[in-house]
């Protein structure tokens, strides 16, 4: 039963790295024009959620990375500028998922 256990977790274990290391940004492949932008998001509940929009956005061209928060409501998108627009990442959001996503408005 022991050995089934750990080869369980070592299993999982070498899953987690496999994951994290296909989502990571080297900083040595930072292109150029690229830029950050926080998005609202409004119905994401649980971490699936979260799952769901990141998939959604990360399949689109010139998106680097999309990391999402379900407790803040938000979503961090990394792209580069004139491969991709805000719009068209919020306008993916709205219609590839069941989530409502905007540019929040700055405070005043």
């Known amino acids: 039963m022991n050995r089934r256990i750990r080869f369980a ?23 150029e024009g690229q830029k ?11 971490g699936a959620c979260c799952t769901k929009v990141e998939t959604a956005v990360n399949e689109l061209e010139g998106v680097i990375a999309a990391k999402a928060d379900y407790k803040a409501g938000s979503a961090t998108i990394t792209y580069v500028e004139g491969e991709i627009t805000v719009d068209q990442i919020v306008a993916t959001i709205n219609e590839k998922t069941s989530f409502k996503a905007s540019v929040p408005k700055p405070k005043a």
């Open 36 to 46: 950050d932008v926080t998005l609202a998001i409004v119905g994401m509940t649980c």
């Open 9 to 31: 977790s070592t299993v999982l274990a070498v899953l987690a790295l496999v994951a994290f290391a296909g989502t990571a940004v080297q900083a040595g492949d930072d292109k």
